[in-house]
């Protein structure tokens, strides 16, 4: 494929991806927003208790949170132990009116929280997902990435994450579907790409709306259905069609550099014939 066609199809896919930015939230997207709304953040040290009690935890609460949602802890599972503050009333004396007083003594307590994965109940909702089958594609994408000089492999990825660039190394889950894998690896790659020189953007909304809206345009270059998946994805970062707006060079860029190696790839063989 020459590159004047690769940049026709990002141009074209990047309006698609504009417009649906510029409508707002999707109703998937609010609703996953709206059960993210009911989970705590926790602490760094609660964070660090959960991982080491449960290293593959992803959505944690309380046992009434996930009743609220209509999930249902099952019998039998072992809870993990988080430190959560607690005001006591203790009494002072009596002040000069003769008016026994209070004051709120701030303490600390062991409670008990639940992975997803042990409750049953309610499916959670979720940001829409890219669908279809990348066939060929994948392997020439990891081809692709090979030439870079990137490593690819699946160790250490964070339990709420599905890829992670690390810089000259990518890693993804092992157990993701074809569409999603090819997706994610193209996210990771545009990371790779983009965000390892001096000109890397200082936002993070930049650099995910960047690196998502290249995997959204080399999926809509092989077929993938993508719905709102990436524009739900960007959203979740807070970007806007004015953030994609100001990064649509380097975006174009990027992602017609890659369709035009993957086709050229795929295009090779019957050329050669």
Known sequence: MKAEQAKKIADQALEQLADALAHGKSEALTRYLAMLAKF????????????SQRPDATHVAGFHTWRQMGRFVRKGEKGIVIIAPMLIRKRDEQADDGVEESK????????????VSQTDGESLPEPARINGDPRHHTDRLKALVTERGITLD??????????VSRGGRISIRPDLEPAVEFSVLAHELAHELLHRGEDR????????????????VVCQAIGLETGTAASDYIQLFDGKAETLAASLDRIQKT????????HAA???PAEAA
């Open 104 to 115: 709120p003594v701030l303490r600390f307590r062991g409670v008990y929280v639940f992975d």
């Open 201 to 216: 953007p200082a936002s993070k909304t930049v650099r995910e709306t960047e690196a998502e809206a290249v995997a959204f």
């Open 40 to 51: 705590h953040k926790y602490s760094f040290g609660n964070v660090l208790m959960i991982l």
């Open 154 to 163: 699946h160790a250490d990825v964070p339990p709420d994450a599905l890829g």
């Open 266 to 268: 795929a295009s090779e």
């Open 255 to 262: 992602a017609a550099e890659i369709i035009a190696a993957v």
